[in-house]
């Protein structure tokens, strides 16, 4: 397996292991603790356990069990808790939406090279298609406003959009696909 996969993994695993105090928290971005760990969200939860599942086909049988335990203790520990679930979602599309349109305002205001940045802004927008996903599936509902809010985002990138290669290590490529992905296939150009 390939260390982005690696890496992913022992991410998901950690994120799982916390989630059960996560979701009785108020807040949105857990702090994991450990170095190299990046914030615990519901979305960053789900986009690795999209990448690995789509990508399972590159995971060794330990890393597959691995996976499937994983991603069985996601499923019983978020069961539970529907509403709460539905909630945390909700609130993180509306962060996520905020800082990527943030992001696209300082493309319209910035001087130099408008590209800076966009890998790392980019998982913005990335998380909010999975959460859509998500709240788009019973037991769930999608607020109603968030299909508008991504538009008018969507329309501010293909303003300034130049297709081109996969943004990120090719390893991810299959996990997403460019019909859907579309804005993981290039960079905003000034």
């Known amino acids: ?45 789900f986009m690795r356990q999209h990448r690995l599942l789509a990508l399972v086909d590159l995971l060794d049988v330990d890393e597959k069990m691995r ?16 509403v709460r679930v539905e909630q945390k979602l909700t609130e993180e599309i509306f962060i996520r939406t905020r800082q990527f ?24 927008r990335l998380i909010i298609e999975i959460l859509v996903d998500k709240l788009g599936k019973r037991p769930y509902q999608l607020d109603s406003s968030i299909p508008n809010r991504i538009d008018s985002l969507d329309t501010l990138l293909k303003m300034r959009w130049q297709p081109d290669d996969f943004i990120w290590s090719p390893t991810w490529t299959k996990a997403y696909p460019s019909d859907q992905f579309w804005w993981l296939y290039g960079q905003p150009y000034r």
């Open 1 to 45: 397996m390939g260390k982005n996969l690696a890496t992913d993994l022992k991410i998901l695993e950690e994120m799982v292991t916390q989630l059960p105090a996560y979701m009785s928290s108020e807040v949105m971005f857990w702090n994991l603790y450990t170095a190299g760990m990046p914030m615990l969200t519901l979305g960053g939860c």
């Open 67 to 82: 996976l499937q335990t994983a991603v069985t203790a996601l499923t019983e520990i978020l069961a539970s808790k529907t």
């Open 101 to 124: 349109g943030e992001y696209l305002k300082e493309l319209q205001e910035e001087d130099g090279d408008t590209r800076t940045g966009y890998g790392t802004a980019v998982e913005s």
